[in-house]
């Protein structure tokens, strides 16, 4: 069994004496203690050593990636034996896969292992013969620099650094700027206040000030290259009036050295400003698009790389700077923030009030798919972003007008109509099923109530058989007529009676109406019909009169 060991100088190969000694790893650091003791149970078979720092760095990168490199290739031919085969044991398991694969040599990596080769490492100056201390030393330190040099050469995440210091950078140069112009106006106001009122723009200002010197030459001095002609006649108009102080010559070339060093920062900024557009565009395309170069840098700098803001969620790249307000909201139990470092962009600047949410929320959405684009595509356009910001800028718009739809381009779902159903269940009366007639007055009164005709028909089939009579009648006829209205007139009255009773055992108000409906109907019915009797019979309506007047108390 043989054990692959690797050090700075070359690769070492051991053969492992004692095979029983790796099932006893708790006190297998005690073989160890001395030199003879570490030779009793590992002798070095092979070493292959390095020929220079490139060939070293080339193998421990290799190693890294869990790949065989060269040099490891060919120690391990010489190991390989057709008529015996040996396990070797390793301290990384990929690298052991590797070595499977490549040599079909059985490789063996586990905690016995491991602790195997911490003890080999203890004993490594004194198994290792033929390398003295110092070229040990000296060849760790110098793969050492060489593997870190590689490192931050090659790792794609070292690239925005210079986007991170040049952002950092810019926003202290804007803190220094405004120091110095606050001192600038303070210290040159006590000689001409007036003129810190007139101009607004700090570069005029400056410019100003160095150009004239004190008040008193502003009346010989030509400003027609630095301020319009109205700002020009107010400043002259000012410096004939000013309650300034007076101050020496001294005083005024020490500001005006402050206003250079203003001046020559603030062209600095400007093209550091351009530089950091440049590698911005270069870096993440879509990101820029969206957002601009400041607040995109800005959001990489609070990230720490690009590949770290593309990580996070778009709820996170949409409250991104506000921690303070979320933790803050969330102790107290308010409303959490809606915009974090977001909020400075062009887009979400130039919405309302009440839609800088909502537009923050779909920028988040959009920045946070172009940063993985950016971080993570081949190659990188920015079609992309274009793109998300036309929607995005359509999407700004709708919300402005007040029409609430979609982004995308997806159609809703259709919404549900509630239907409600309606019991049409008739039932059926089984009194009503026999066709002989009936002798009992209830059954026949209610047979009659349901099935009677309403007010209008009465009227229109009374009329229509006043129309079907015949003009000229008989005597006969006319007194067979007499009677049978007087029966009609005698069995209308009993049915009334017999309805009155029926609602006046019921508690409910609609029967009542009822019946007073049938009453009136029955009473215009009479009329009708008594209109047709002849005055002979004016005692038998009296009597009906009375009978009625009865049955309604």
Known sequence: MFVLYETPAGYAIFKLLDDNKLKEIDNLYLEFESPEKAGKIVKLKHFEKFADTTEALSAATAAVEGKVSKTL?????????????????????????????????????????????????NQSENLLSGLPKKEMTAMSLGLAHSLSRYKLKFSPDKIDTMIVQAQSLLDDLDKELNNYMMRVREWYGWHFPELGKILTDNVAYIKTIKLVGTRDNMADTDLSDILMEELEQKVKEAAEISMGTEISEEDIINIQNLCDEILSINEYRAHLSEYLKTRMMAMAPNLTVLVGETVGARLIAHAGSLVNLAKHPASTVQILGSEKALFRAL??????????????????????????????????????????????????????????????????RMLEEGINTRLSGVKAKAKLQKFHAVSEVKTFKAAFDSTLPSTSKKVKMEHEAENAPSLKKVKVETDAAEEEEPEIQTPNKKMKKKKDVKEEAVEEEEQTVEMADVAEEGSSKKKKKKVKHEQEADESVLAESVMEVPASDKKDKKKKKKKQAEADE
């Open 331 to 396: 102790k107290t139990k308010k409303d959490t923030p809606k915009y974090g470092l977001i909020y400075h962009a062009s887009m979400v600047g130039s919405a309302s009030t009440k839609n800088k949410g909502r537009i923050s929320r779909s920028l988040a959405a959009k920045a946070s798919l172009a940063t993985r684009v950016d971080a993570f595509g081949d190659d990188v356009t920015m079609e992309l972003g274009i793109g998300h910001r036309a929607k995005l800028e359509t999407r700004l």
């Open 73 to 121: 290739k060919k120690a391990l031919k010489k190991l390989v034996v057709d008529d015996v085969q040996n396990q070797l044991l390793v301290a990384d398991a990929k690298l052991g896969n590797a070595i499977k694969d490549k040599l079909s040599l059985q490789c063996v990596s586990n905690t016995s292992v491991q602790e195997l080769m911490r003890c080999i490492r």
